[in-house]
């Protein structure tokens, strides 16, 4: 709650190997902000045995390029039924 104005949202990195998943391929990258409806689904773990991160963007960051509407539902969409 402390960083609550200083967080701003945050950037989804997978870890991009032979085992990375479609899930995280496509997630990779995106940027949402902390306050979207999304951002539980969107945070780590995607999956069971997920290896993925993110990482906080804060005021210092801006401007920021978020992630699109639609890409977001796209990987939203992804993540396995029941595992969220």
Do not use: M
């Amino acid at each position: 709650d402390a960083a609550d104005d200083f967080v701003l949202g945050y950037e989804h990195s997978s870890i991009l190997d032979e085992r990375t998943t479609d899930t995280c391929e496509l997630a990779d990258g995106i940027k949402f902000k902390a306050t979207d409806s999304r951002a539980v689904k969107l945070q780590p773990p995607l999956h069971f045995n997920c290896r993925s991160v993110d990482i906080f963007l804060t005021t210092n960051d801006e401007p920021i390029e978020w992630t699109d509407e639609e890409t977001l539902d796209e990987v939203v969409r992804s993540i396995p039924k029941g595992f969220k």
